[in-house]
């Protein structure tokens, strides 16, 4: 591998870095921000973006931020089911075993996710990954579940994370209810050109590194190539610094991009 021509410690873009390691980009601290207060508000809120735009990042931060003993986290990815399963799923989610139907398992999740708010003093967050594949029958239902004491109190924070044609859904008509609740909106695009080279230097010293790798013409090539979706990025700088360690070379330059660009649409 590359990592000893380069004197790296380990590979750079293969495993995605978690806790203090995360990349913090201005814009996915705005974010970050935007879904702390979510929680702290026991709001609804709306994320979406492009495969590879870091949705699942901002995701894993937010759960390292929530302190336990404060906050609830259920996390739901299996999303692509009807609105039985996914009751029964979250019902699960809290410790409950499912009643047999869908109103008593619905009515013991509202009355858990009460229990827990004014007994423990606890905010319960569901987060919903893959929201975009969400049926409608389930999106219709999020409405109701948000509503505690005929909307007098607040008691669940609800986050929709998903790719970016959920926000065309939730203008649909049917949906309205759903889209008057959501307050928190965000939608993640790729890094711009200086956050892209950010990204690849914070990248490279968590492996070792404390130099540039890339020269500028390189690094305008990654970025025309990757539009700085995080996700892309990392794949086109491993097989960039791939090729350039076969060819010998100290640096990465355009070409070596271009071929891994060419091998990543293979």
């Given at each position: 591998?590359?990592?000893?021509?380069?004197?790296?410690?380990?590979?750079p873009f293969?495993?995605p870095p978690?806790?203090?390691d995360?990349?913090?980009a201005?814009?996915?601290?705005?974010?970050h921000?935007r879904?702390?207060?979510l929680?702290?508000?026991r709001?609804?809120?709306?994320?979406?973006?492009?495969p590879?735009?870091g949705?699942?990042?901002?995701?894993r931060?937010?759960?390292?931020?929530?302190?336990?003993?404060?906050?609830?986290c259920l996390y739901?990815?299996?999303?692509?089911?009807?609105?039985?399963?996914?009751?029964?799923?979250?019902?699960?989610?809290?410790?409950?075993?499912?009643?047999?139907?869908r109103?008593?398992?619905?009515r013991?999740?509202q009355?858990?996710?009460?229990?827990l708010?004014a007994?423990r003093?606890l905010?319960?967050?569901?987060?919903?990954?893959?929201a975009?594949a969400?049926?409608?029958?389930?999106?219709?239902?999020?409405?109701?579940?948000?509503?505690?004491?005929?909307?007098?109190?607040?008691r669940?924070?609800l986050?929709?994370a998903?790719?970016?044609?959920?926000r065309?859904?939730?203008?649909?008509?049917?949906?309205e209810?759903?889209a008057?609740?959501?307050?928190?909106r965000?939608?993640?695009d790729?890094l711009?050109?200086e956050?892209t080279?950010?990204?690849?230097?914070h990248?490279?010293?968590l492996s070792?590194?404390d130099?540039p790798?890339?020269?500028?013409?390189?690094l305008?090539a990654?970025?025309t190539?990757?539009?700085?979706?995080?996700?892309r990025?990392?794949?086109l700088a491993?097989?960039?610094?791939?090729?350039?360690?076969?060819?010998?070379?100290?640096?990465?330059?355009?070409?070596?991009?271009?071929?891994?660009?060419?091998e990543?649409r293979?």
């Open positions: 591998m590359y990592t000893t021509f380069f004197g790296l410690t380990r590979l293969e495993t978690a806790g203090a995360l990349f913090r201005p814009a996915l601290d705005e974010l921000s879904l702390s207060y929680v702290s508000t709001s609804m809120g709306l994320l979406t973006g492009e590879g735009t949705k699942s990042t901002a995701l931060r937010l759960r390292d931020d929530l302190h336990p003993d404060q906050v609830r739901v990815f299996d999303t692509d089911v009807g609105a039985n399963d996914f009751c029964r799923h979250l019902a699960l989610e809290l410790g409950l075993e499912p009643p047999w139907s109103a008593s398992t619905f013991a999740i009355t858990e996710i009460q229990r708010a007994e003093r905010t319960v967050l569901l987060v919903l990954d893959e975009h969400l049926r409608t029958e389930v999106l219709a239902l999020l409405p109701r579940l948000t509503n505690f004491d005929w909307d007098a109190s607040a669940l924070a986050l929709l998903g790719q970016s044609g959920l065309q859904r939730l203008r649909m008509a049917h949906l209810a759903l008057q609740r959501v307050t928190v965000f939608n993640l790729g711009d050109r956050a080279r950010s990204y690849l230097e990248r490279l010293r070792g590194l130099r790798l890339f020269t500028d013409p390189a305008e990654l970025f190539a990757s539009r700085g979706v995080m996700r990025v990392d794949s491993h097989h960039a610094l791939a090729a350039a360690a076969t060819n010998r070379a100290r640096l990465v330059e355009p070409d070596h991009v271009i071929k891994a660009a060419e990543t293979a």
